[in-house]
């Protein structure tokens, strides 16, 4: 499985981005989905999650209501609707994805729970 992020770039406080992860391989809509960030010195955070199937989701408290995480299975995508965007959304977005099909969610906020990653998109927020 790769993994493609694209989306990032420059935006105003309060506006909204789509962030966009293109999974490719036979067994990418089999896997749970994550996206983490990781700002100018600081470690890597989980950001969004969601399974497979039902789409059962789950948010970093940070972004909670402000974040959506989706995907389109026809498309091997995923995406992350970002709304009320603030400067200290300032990252680079990784996408991930967990090798594991069978996978319930355990530790979906930790990183080492994904097999696969993306290249990372950049964006800035200006205030």
């Known amino acids: 499985v790769q993994l493609q992020a694209f989306g990032g770039g420059l935006v105003q406080a309060g506006d909204s981005l789509t962030l966009s992860c293109a999974g490719s391989?036979?067994?990418?809509?089999?896997?749970?989905l994550g996206w983490f960030r990781q700002a100018p010195g600081r470690k890597r955070d989980f950001v969004a999650w969601?399974?497979?199937?039902?789409?059962?989701?789950r948010y970093a408290d940070s972004v909670k209501g402000r974040f959506t995480i989706s995907r389109d299975y026809a498309k091997n995508t995923g995406y992350l609707q970002m709304n009320s965007l603030k400067f200290e959304d300032t990252a680079v977005y990784y996408c991930?994805?967990?090798?594991?099909?069978?996978?319930?969610?355990?530790?979906?906020?930790?990183?080492?729970?994904?097999?696969?990653w993306g290249q990372g998109t950049k964006f800035t927020v200006s205030s």
């Open positions: 969601i399974n497979r199937g039902r789409g059962s989701t």
């Open positions: 991930a994805a967990s090798g594991n099909p069978f996978w319930d969610g355990t530790g979906y906020n930790d990183e080492d729970e994904y097999d696969y």
């Open positions: 391989g036979s067994t990418f809509n089999t896997y749970s």
